[in-house]
């Protein structure tokens, strides 16, 4: 068992203890960031005079070392070490010797773990956001491509008015977009440097906290010790916001599954993304939209055991801390692979319009449609209403849409009803007059579009961070 801390223990811990204790199993994927944060902490410690020229140099080029081999497999990442820190220290002090002690110098395991919990979700952050863009991007493609798919709207899974796909989808990415705010303002919120705060109060080194803040491309220092050690809320945040883009994702599958049944049929899906049965030859099934519902509770489970595992926490740091590493890591891992292959899906799966259409026109969603056009005629509302409702039942009596019945069918019902009545409840009539912002009619849905392909050409300018401008 190789553990840095020994010196005030007299026997070797419990082998059992000792595995319990260790998070080396999961804790190693943060070597980049370990070696990332010493490479900064050693430079300030030159700058400020504590170690020499020639002992950063030493130091760096070891660190350097450590990180390429791990990398390409030359060093094997050992789980006899306690953590990814002490491994890499003890790398360290092996390959360069007396210099190599020195790394620790000013430092202490708890704002070390902090600093490279924070470096690793920042740029987790950022690459969800990316994802995120990407899937916005199909989205946008597809609503471009559907600004005349007319399609019932639901309410309460009955068929309600009718709207284009392109409007549909539109909701989507509303849901989505404000999931890349949600990444914005975690950035904002997270990027401040705990190094520098040591166990919980500092330390007598005269470090220099805003040059490792800077190097480390944080906006600055964290302003308190005892906080800095013990604070999780940003992967917290984190995975809450992860939760939220499971929930649209789960939401969205949930439709994709609906339209693929056989009652829908208003998608295919693409071979590449649906599997067979091992009994039935002619199942096609949305398992990667099944899935993508399903793992959605697996990232709800990490966020809810987080907060449990946080909420009677005395500052400042607890080994219970230690728990966010595999609910993090499982859920970020999870919500990147569904976001990728939900965009992969997408982008393949194949419209029915026709189907989607004829949907639209049995379900009478232009039942409101044909009680505003009495209702233009001088009808009052709640007449109209009971007029429509008559009309549909004789409708569904006679297996036709509104669209389907005569002149002399429809004035049976109403003398009001004239010949103007089948322009005035076509799809397209009931969806191109809705031209208010937010509407499905085409001139609003082109405006919003453009809103949005204005909007996904923005830059991300995190300058006052240190961090190179970055595209949405």
């Known amino acids: ?32 960031q370990d070696v990332e944060g010493s490479i900064a902490h050693v430079v300030m410690l030159a700058k400020q005079g504590i170690l020499t020229i ?13 990180r390429e081999d791990a990398a390409c497999g030359r060093l094997a990442i050992s789980e006899e070490y306690e953590d990814v820190h002490s491994f890499v220290e003890a790398n360290l002090i092996a390959r360069i010797g007396e210099a ?14 902090a600093l490279d919990m924070r470096l690793y979700v920042r740029q987790e952050v950022l690459d969800t956001d990316g994802l995120l863009k990407a899937l916005l991007q199909t989205l946008l493609s597809l609503m471009e491509e559907n600004l005349d798919t007319y399609m019932p709207g639901f309410t309460h899974l009955q068929k309600a008015q009718p709207v284009t796909l392109a409007h549909h989808l539109g909701a989507y990415f509303e849901m989505f977009k404000r999931d890349r705010q949600r990444m914005r303002d975690i950035f904002g919120r997270m990027n401040f440097c705990p190094l520098g705060s040591g166990a919980l109060a500092g330390t007598t080194y005269p470090l220099d906290r805003d040059y490792t803040a800077s190097l480390l491309g944080f906006e600055g220092p964290t302003l308190n010790s005892m906080d800095s050690v013990s604070d999780r809320d940003y992967v ?69 055991s987080l907060l449990v ?45 026709d189907v989607m259409e004829k949907s ?11 009680a505003d056009y009495l209702v233009n005629k001088g009808v009052p509302f709640r007449d109209a209403h009971g007029i429509i409702g008559r009309l549909v039942l004789y409708c569904l009596e006679k297996g036709k849409s509104i669209e389907e019945l005569s002149l002399a069918e429809l004035t049976a019902i109403s003398p009001v009803f004239e010949a103007d009545l089948y322009d005035a409840v ?3 009539t009931c969806v191109e007059k809705r031209l208010t912002i937010g509407a499905p009619g085409q001139e609003a849905m082109r405006a919003v579009i453009e809103r949005h392909r204005s909007y996904l050409e923005e830059e991300w300018n995190r300058t006052d961070t240190g961090e190179e401008k970055k595209d949405e």
């Open 1 to 32: 068992m190789a553990q840095l801390w020994g010196g005030r223990f007299t026997k070797e811990t419990d082998e059992l203890v000792y595995r319990f204790n260790a998070s080396i199993s999961f804790d190693r994927r943060l070597l980049q």
């Open 236 to 304: 917290i945040e984190f995975l809450s916001a992860l939760s939220m883009i499971m929930m649209h994702l789960s939401r969205f599958s949930e439709e994709v599954i609906l339209w693929n049944s056989n009652e829908y049929r208003f998608v295919e899906i693409d071979d590449a993304y649906s599997t067979g049965s091992s009994i039935m030859p002619q199942k096609k099934n949305p398992d990667i939209a099944e899935l993508v519902r399903g793992k959605t509770g697996r990232v709800y489970g990490a966020l809810t």
């Open 100 to 113: 190599g002690k020195k790394l620790h110098t000013g430092r202490s395991r708890n704002d070390q773990v």
């Open 54 to 66: 020639e002992e950063k140099d030493q130091i760096i080029r070891g660190l350097t070392q450590i």
């Open 309 to 353: 595992t946080m909420k009677g926490l005395p500052l400042a740091y607890n080994k219970d801390m230690q728990e966010d590493k595999e609910l993090t890591f499982d859920a970020i891992d999870t919500v990147k692979s569904c976001l990728v292959l939900f965009d992969g899906m997408l982008k393949t799966m194949k419209f029915h319009k």
């Open 426 to 428: 076509s799809l397209k």
């Open 360 to 370: 639209a026109m049995y379900g009478f969603t232009n039942a409101t449609d044909a």
